[in-house]
């Protein structure tokens, strides 16, 4: 054990060279909370190098989220006893659970993903107090980066700009063929997703393959996610420095079982502190197993540290690194702005973005309105020029039956076979 510390030792020493972050160049022997920390950290110990004053004040602040930053606003996460998905899909008779975001499976049976994608779909959910936390973070320029598995787009509905987030599994925001990869229009998927269709590729390219090939699901269209078997998008791997950066690292909602995202918590730098805001506690390092000299050993080093099992036996509890807060997120973020005097700030600013997103929905009504009474007035246009003509017609007709009445009475076999304007 004592060999692991001092390798431990050399590497934060290594890693302090490389690195010109403040947390880095912190002295080995403070706290990773600063030096008036007092015994393991808490959420007290978040809020006090949040606060501006604080003599390094928090600049780079790292987040790696999870669907249960989202459960709040309705949408299930995946592996929440009765709660999540996994234990709600009996409904689309999957093999197993994880088929319905398989791409073999979806290539094969994509209809059970359709169906779930009307479920999912964006437009029906608001961000909750956590997503109006990190846009809070970043106006108080305290963000550096939210790495997020989440494919609901909710970190951008709460205001956070597209490069500040790294959607590492994609999302709902586009979407393309599977074949050509080309890119259909959002309202086209969105119709066929709310109709209860699968899509297939519009293209004329793909068209003609659709037409000549029996095997029409070459050219589905998908939702820019990624699935069991993919390639996550070339900005996860382009940000992953960005931990190396980090001055806090907050990850939130997620069980920490989808990797690579998962191990993102290593890379941060060996001081820099973390925190999970958790239902449960997830992540942690392996236990200590008996080695074969009767030694207590770390089996695995990787993850958190909420005990302090892997400090060196001179160092107290303020040198943990890791705090874990267990409970609802929404009821986490609360707790710290409150700490930070934030709070109200926190609400208003939730409050007004789900205003201004019902304002938007209102408008985009409005504008259906608008379209419907387009729609109207031109029918009403085209039923009263129809109406004009008949009437002009049927004056027309009267003179001609009387003339006609006339001319029987003179011919009777020239009626026979004549067409009039009440066959119009
Ligand atoms: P998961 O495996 O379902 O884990 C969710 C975690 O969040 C669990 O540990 C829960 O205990 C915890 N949790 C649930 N609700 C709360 C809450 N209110 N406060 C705090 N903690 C809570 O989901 P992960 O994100 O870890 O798994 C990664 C998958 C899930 C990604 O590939 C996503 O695409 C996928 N997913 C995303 C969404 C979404 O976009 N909203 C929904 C469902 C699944």
């Not at 992540?283 to 074969?292: D, L, M, P, R, V």
Request: net charge neutral; with cysteine.
């Amino acid at each position: 054990m004592r060999y692991q510390v001092r390798i431990r030792q050399f590497l934060d020493r290594i890693m302090s060279d490389m690195s010109g972050s403040k947390t880095l160049k912190a002295s080995s022997s403070s706290s990773p909370w600063g030096s008036t920390q007092s015994g393991a950290p808490t959420l007290k110990s978040v809020a006090r190098i949040l606060q501006d004053d604080y003599p390094n004040p928090i600049k780079n602040i790292v987040i790696m989220a999870g669907a249960g930053i989202s459960t709040a606003s309705g949408i299930p996460d995946f592996r929440s006893p009765k709660t999540g998905l996994y234990a709600n899909l009996k409904k689309y008779n999957l093999p197993y659970p994880e088929a319905i975001f398989d791409i073999d499976y979806f290539r094969e049976k994509p209809q059970p993903f359709y169906t779930l994608s009307k479920e999912m779909w964006p437009s029906h959910f608001k961000p909750t107090l956590t997503h109006s936390f990190f846009k809070l973070l970043d106006d108080k320029k305290k963000l550096l980066r939210v790495f997020t598995q989440n494919i609901d787009t909710l970190e951008r509905l709460a205001g956070l700009s597209e490069d500040r987030i790294v959607e590492a599994h994609g999302s709902f925001a586009q979407s393309r063929c599977i074949r050509c990869k080309k890119e259909v229009e959002q309202d086209w998927i969105r119709d066929k997703v709310m109709a209860g269709e699968v899509a297939y590729c519009p293209h004329s390219s793909c068209q003609k393959v659709q037409f000549k090939s029996s095997n029409k699901n070459a050219c589905l269209v998908k939702p820019d996610i990624v699935f069991f078997g993919e390639g996550l998008p070339d900005k996860f791997f382009q940000s992953l420095n960005d931990l190396k950066k980090a001055d806090l690292l907050i990850v939130v909602g997620t069980s920490l079982q989808v990797h690579p995202f998962a191990s993102l918590v290593n890379h941060v730098a060996p001081n820099c502190p973390r925190i999970l805001l958790n239902l449960e506690r997830v992540g942690e390092i392996a236990s200590y197993g008996q080695t074969g000299s009767g030694m207590r050993g770390l089996m695995n080093e990787n993850g958190f540290d909420f005990e302090g099992w892997t400090l060196p036996s001179d160092k107290g509890k303020e040198h943990i690194r890791d705090v874990f807060w267990e409970g609802k997120c929404d009821e986490g973020v609360i707790q710290l702005a409150k700490e930070l005097g934030w709070e109200e700030e926190l609400r208003n600013l939730h409050k007004e973005t789900c205003k201004q997103l019902n304002v938007n929905n209102d408008t985009k009504a409005e504008n259906n309105d608008e379209t419907l009474k387009e729609a109207e007035k031109e029918a009403d246009k085209v039923a009263n020029d129809l109406t004009d003509q008949i009437a002009k017609l049927n004056v027309s007709k009267k003179e001609e039956d009387q003339s006609e009445i006339k001319s029987t009475s003179q011919n009777p076999s020239e009626s026979k076979g004549k067409t009039g304007p009440s066959s119009l």
